[in-house]
């Protein structure tokens, strides 16, 4: 399994921005696409934006343009830029493939709290 460490999240104004970061603990290759994951207080896990390993992006309705995903291959890593943060994207954030395998783990993710 590839191990999933999230960081970047924070507390910030709406109006304001993050940057979040996902290291992997081996090769992103071997998925065809990653994703950026959150969950909410008592939501479902959803998935908001999607990275192909040639660098197709897909974003939930939600965050298309203010949400930025992108990889670098080299680090095994991928990020999630959000400007624009609303209220309504505090949540925690996850990264893992998309979609993921069965016997996939989850890392800890990153708590995003939006709040004046």
């Known amino acids: 399994q590839v191990q999933f460490v999230e960081s970047g999240g924070g507390l910030v104004q709406p109006g304001g921005s993050l940057r979040l970061s996902c290291a992997a603990s081996?090769?992103?290759?071997?998925?065809?696409?990653m994703g950026w994951y959150r969950q909410a207080p008592g939501k479902q896990r959803e998935l908001v934006a999607v990275?192909?390993?040639?660098?197709?992006?897909t974003y939930a309705e939600s965050v298309k343009g203010r949400f930025t995903i992108s990889r670098d291959n080299a680090k095994n890593t991928v990020y999630l830029r959000m400007n624009s943060l609303k209220s309504e994207d505090t949540a925690v954030y996850y990264c893992?493939?998309?979609?993921?395998?069965?016997?996939?783990?989850w890392g800890q993710g990153t708590q995003v709290t939006v709040s004046s």
């Open positions: 893992n493939a998309s979609p993921p395998p069965r016997d996939q783990s």
């Open positions: 081996g090769s992103i290759f071997r998925f065809y696409a």
């Open positions: 990275i192909t390993s040639g660098g197709t992006t």
